[in-house]
């Protein structure tokens, strides 16, 4: 069994920063890619950013591109999302999840933090 579990969430103001983690922990895991999504209040969830575990090539959503960074560190099976120039419409749980096979799917998801900034 796989778990992943999220942390760094919170409320700040328009133009500040937080980073999020997200540890997986389990018998055996071998991610293909580790990613970000969220899902505001009324919206349906949205791709944030994906990092490719083996090669640490990313991809971003046009909505946080030059504004967000993914990263991982491989030794503590964890993938940060450094979130910075944060807006209002950054608003959402973020969730993390990974996939074992292929970038476009995801077998295993965190249980979402909650990011608020306020205008």
């Known amino acids: 069994q796989v778990q992943l579990v999220g942390s760094g969430g919170g409320l700040v103001q328009a133009g500040d920063s937080l980073r999020l983690s997200c540890a997986a922990s389990g018998r055996t895991f071998s991610a293909y890619v580790m990613g970000w999504f969220r899902q505001a209040p009324g919206k349906e969830r949205e791709f944030v950013a994906h990092?490719?575990?083996?090669?640490?090539?990313?991809y971003y959503a046009n909505s946080v591109k030059g504004r967000f960074t993914i990263s991982r560190d491989n030794a503590k099976n964890t993938v940060y999302l450094q979130m910075n120039s944060l807006k209002p419409e950054d608003t959402a749980v973020y969730y993390c999840?990974?996939?074992?096979?292929?970038?476009?799917?995801?077998?295993?998801w965190g249980q979402g933090t909650q990011v608020t900034v306020s205008s």
């Open positions: 990092v490719i575990w083996s090669t640490g090539n990313t």
């Open positions: 999840a990974a996939g074992t096979k292929s970038a476009s799917q995801y077998n295993y």
